[in-house]
Every structure is written in C-alpha cells, then in structure tokens.
C-alpha cells in the first residue's frame, strides 16, 4: 500500500522494476491509494487481520504493534542500525526492532519574502521578534505594496509542532506530555489572525502548488495549525 506525496511512487516503480528483474521469483504490487485510505482504512484492515504485507505510513508509532521485527531476516543488521538507527526508534518507541526505514522527512519552518521587504523599504525583524512582530512587519509591508494577504499561516495539524514547542509545549506520547504551549499557541494565533489580517492557508496549497505562498504573501508563511476558527474571523485576510 503506498501513497504519493508528489513523484514519488514513479520513482518507487523504476526501483520494483530492477528488483523484480533481479528476482524474478518475486512479483511485488504497488497499490497505489489516497492517504486518507492509509490514515483510516489501512488501521482497520491490521486491527482485523487483514492488510497489505508493507506499507507506507506516517503513524510510524502509532502502528508499531502491527509491524515485523526484520531483525533476524537480514543479513547485515548493523548496516540498518548505521543509516537508519535516528529513525528506527520512531517505528518502535518501546524497543529496538528494525521494522521499516524513512522514505522522506518534512521539515517545517517560515517563508520569508525578502524582496517584498526590501522593496517596502521596511526592516526584516531581528533576532528574538515575536510572531506579533513578524506579524506587525508583514502587514506594513502588505499596506505599503497593496498586497491582499500580509502573512499566511498553514492549517495542517501536524505542523503546530514546531510553534507549538518553540512555545512550550511538548508532543504528546502514550505515557502522556503536557501540552500547554499548544493551548498558548491556538490562543496566541487567534489573536495575531484577527489583529494582523492573517490568511488560513489551506494545506493543499504551499511552495510551487499555488496559492498564498507563492509571491502573494508578504511575510513568513507559518506552518502551523489554526484551531478551525470560523470562516469570518479570518474576513479581513481574504
């Protein structure tokens, strides 16, 4: 089973291709569905027995029990423990099995617009400014250009990590975490949205897809979520 994240899966078939024309005993299919049939319907198939024998996930912990301990069937462990050993905990929070390997990693973070800056003739922020302050920056140089959107933030709920910790809060795991630099940090962003003329970025657009972060923006487009707030809080962003 195996989602696409772009071109991926193109890449993933020339590979299935070369392995198959190597071992010609083995036929592999790659089953190519949408994510959202990894998220809910590929945890209902393993809880029931059923499934495909390997897929691509992004609930690496969260599947754990379901996955194969390939220790013991490969010929040289260390080598898996060497590439790979930074992310083998991830598939196995409570122990040391080798049951899979990363195919990507996202890494979230800020866009900034340097040139809309420049050509506003308005300061970048410093080291050490707020998102108050970045945001504060961003709409004066959207009123200074007549730029619609002064900052975007995205709305997918995995990217609160990053401004959520930066705030003080912590992942949640099974043991459980506290979690208040979340709570600060959907309290915070309802503040900067309506104060700063924030537009929700919606996830399916980002860098080269469309949409707010392609040039239209002034500022950082900050990956993180927006706690669902109604449609006219966001008004004056649109």
Known sequence: MWYNDGVEGEVMEAILERFEAEHPEISVTLDVVPYKAVLESLPIQRAA??????ARVTDLGGLSEYYLDMTTYLSNP?????????????LDPDGSAISGFMTQLTVTGPYVNKTLFEQAGIALPGEGATWDDWAAASREVAGALDIPIPMAWDRSGHRVAG??????????????????GISILRRGSGGILRQNAVHPRPSRTGPGRGGVCDGRSA????????????ADDFASGL
Request: aromatic share 10%; glycine share 14%.
């Open 49 to 54: 027995g059923e499934g495909p024998d390997i």
């Open 78 to 90: 260390d080598y898996w423990r060497e590439n790979f050993g930074t992310f083998l905990s991830w």
């Open 219 to 230: 500022g950082p487009a900050c990956l993180a979520d927006l706690c669902r707030r109604r």
């Open 163 to 180: 401004p959520a910790i930066s705030m003080g809060g912590h992942r949640p795991s099974r043991r459980g975490r506290d979690t208040d």
